[in-house]
């Protein structure tokens, strides 16, 4: 069956230029980089056989750290004219990288030409519920971080045409929204019972995340040492998504038949 996914995240580095002591989720960084054929399998529409992926993230370490391989995945989406329907970063804010911001501008570009008009052909739900929105940047200024440089800003925003600019802002990161996990002393632990993937119908509504070892995790966050954990019996070149999601099935996940569309809602993330 054909899918939409309403998350993917590629970890593109380990990397980091900062160590934010108590708060980082990840634990000391990696000299590790995503590799492009692991970037290939992921994204491979064929292989993967989705209709649609509402948010292409990129994670890190420090994503600015590895321009290259978001520079890759945008000549592809563009390329391969690939369904994705927004692509974003978060990132502390310290460097400036003039090729992320010229390959978001590009993927804006694709996005008017040519996702905008595939999104008339969408249920109205469906448009209404996705995060639909072209590229955008969070700026991490949360107390944990260092300072953003005010000149990196003004760069990304002199430089940016369409792409959506936002802040994390110190309240967003509130002792409940922590992980217990890498740096990070207080806050909830991560579940292992939770590491499952939600399928509704045609949708899969939980994140899949590629790490930069090349694994499959249903988590998103969390240590790297932990992210391991659950991702190192599913590497990207063995598991299609489908089979991903197939394997690690949460038991709410439900199938639907064209009749129930028109009930059909997107469903809140965990
Ligand atoms: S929280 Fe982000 S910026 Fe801080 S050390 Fe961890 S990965 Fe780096």
Do not use: W
Not at 96 to 110: A, H, L, M
Not at 196 to 215: E, H, P, Q
């Amino acid at each position: 069956m054909e899918r939409r996914y309403s998350d993917l995240v590629i970890e593109v580095t380990r990397r980091c230029n900062q160590v934010c002591k108590d708060f980082c989720m990840r634990g000391p960084q990696q000299n590790l980089d995503i590799s492009y054929d692991d970037i290939d399998l992921f994204l491979d529409l064929k292989r993967n056989n989705y209709k649609q992926v509402s948010l292409l993230f990129f994670s890190g370490g420090e994503p600015t750290l590895n321009p290259g391989a978001i520079h890759y995945c945008i000549d592809k989406i563009i390329g391969e004219k690939l369904p994705i329907y927004s692509v974003g970063l978060f990132t502390n804010g310290l460097i400036y990288s003039d090729s992320i911001v010229e390959d978001f501008n590009r993927y804006n570009e694709y996005f008017q030409e040519y996702i905008l008009p595939e999104m008339t052909k969408l249920p109205a739900e469906i448009v209404r519920q996705s995060s639909l929105k072209g590229s955008f940047v969070t700026f991490s200024d949360d107390q944990y971080h260092l300072p953003i440089s005010q000149e990196v800003i003004q760069l990304y925003l002199e430089n940016g045409y369409g792409i959506k600019f936002d802040c994390t802002g110190d309240h967003s990161v509130e002792k409940d929204n922590l992980l217990k996990s890498g740096y990070s002393k207080q806050g909830h632990e991560l579940l292992l019972e939770d590491n499952c993937i939600r399928m509704f119908g045609d949708s899969v509504i939980d994140t899949i995340y590629l790490t930069a070892k090349g694994n499959l995790s249903c988590y998103g966050d969390g240590s790297y040492e932990f992210i391991d954990s659950v991702s190192k019996d599913y590497p990207v070149s063995r598991y299609t998504l489908e089979q991903f999601c197939l394997a690690n099935l949460s038991a709410s996940s439900r199938d639907y038949d064209d009749s129930d569309r028109k009930s059909f809602v997107f469903f809140k993330k965990r």
